[in-house]
């Protein structure tokens, strides 16, 4: 797809990106809902651009580029390690900002010596911006994701919880009102009448009757499978509002939490924390 209103500096951008060791890809603007809404949650849904094929398959405009470039990688059967760079069009509904912008960077795969592979990319970034903002001083901060996900799982939440909160990793307002969301319970009536009658009826608790429930609705009502979603993924995705909705963290458990999230030391005194 042609780049159009790129920065001036794109050209510098694509050069630093390559003399890298990096294989410059691209990948279909249009792509499959799934694995997005698989690796971060359903929660992701109402913040991407998504449309259907005539087959009923969910499609969403390219909200990054990682997922893609993995995938591409996987279907082509290339070996590792290998080192991937990209730059292109992202389109993701936002708080502030534009809807539609640019995105460039670099997936680093299989590379066996992970710290090596780590420090190689934290190099790398800073290496391109400060050819782009030379004379700038620039600070780096660094978070183990790996780390993140251990406490994550402690704390005992449910897996759509736990895809909430390791996705928002690095986006600390994003992150700070997540964890307000634990803290503060839900209104009640939230779901409306008929999914309070449902969850009377014990449906919500029965995946395999909630299913049946919606299969015969839809057929009645005439909704088609294939221009919507399936009685399955709505099911699922209803049984996980819920208990997304239904879930809070004890006060004790949340302050661990976020005395995790207040830590802050520098790299050289990580090792001895």
């Not at 990688?73 to 539609?100: C, D, M, S, W």
């Amino acid at each position: 797809m042609p780049l159009t209103n790129l920065p001036a500096f794109a050209s510098d951008l694509v050069a630093d990106l390559e003399g890298l060791g990096t294989e410059r890809v691209d990948t279909p603007v249009i792509q499959p809902a799934e694995p997005f809404l698989d690796m971060a949650g359903e929660d992701l849904r109402r913040r991407i651009f998504m449309t259907e094929s005539e087959t009923g398959k969910s499609l969403c405009l390219r909200p990054e580029f990682t997922i893609p470039v993995c995938l591409r990688h996987i279907e082509t059967a290339t070996g590792t390690p290998r080192r991937y760079a990209y730059l292109g069009e992202v389109f993701r509904q936002r708080r502030e900002g534009a809807n539609e912008f640019y995105q460039a960077g670099i997936e680093d795969l299989g590379e066996p010596d992970i710290a090596r592979a780590d420090a190689r990319i934290v190099r790398d970034a800073l290496h391109v911006i400060a050819n782009r903002l030379p004379g700038t001083p620039l600070s780096v901060t660094l978070g183990d994701q790996g780390v993140f996900e251990a406490v994550v799982a402690a704390c005992g939440l449910p897996a759509g919880w736990q895809k909430r909160l390791i996705h928002a990793f690095g986006n600390h307002a994003h992150l700070q009102k997540l964890i307000a969301d634990l803290s503060d319970p839900a209104p009640s009536g939230v779901f409306g009448p008929e999914v309070e009658r449902l969850a009377i009826l014990g449906m919500l608790d029965d995946e395999a009757k909630l299913i049946a429930h919606i299969d015969a609705t839809m057929e009645a009502t005439g909704y088609s499978t294939n221009a919507s979603r399936s009685p399955a993924a709505i099911a699922r995705r209803l049984r996980e509002k819920m208990e997304l909705a239904n879930t809070r963290l004890d006060s004790h458990t949340l302050a661990l939490l976020k005395e995790f999230l207040a830590l802050e030391i520098s790299l050289a005194e990580a090792p001895e924390a």
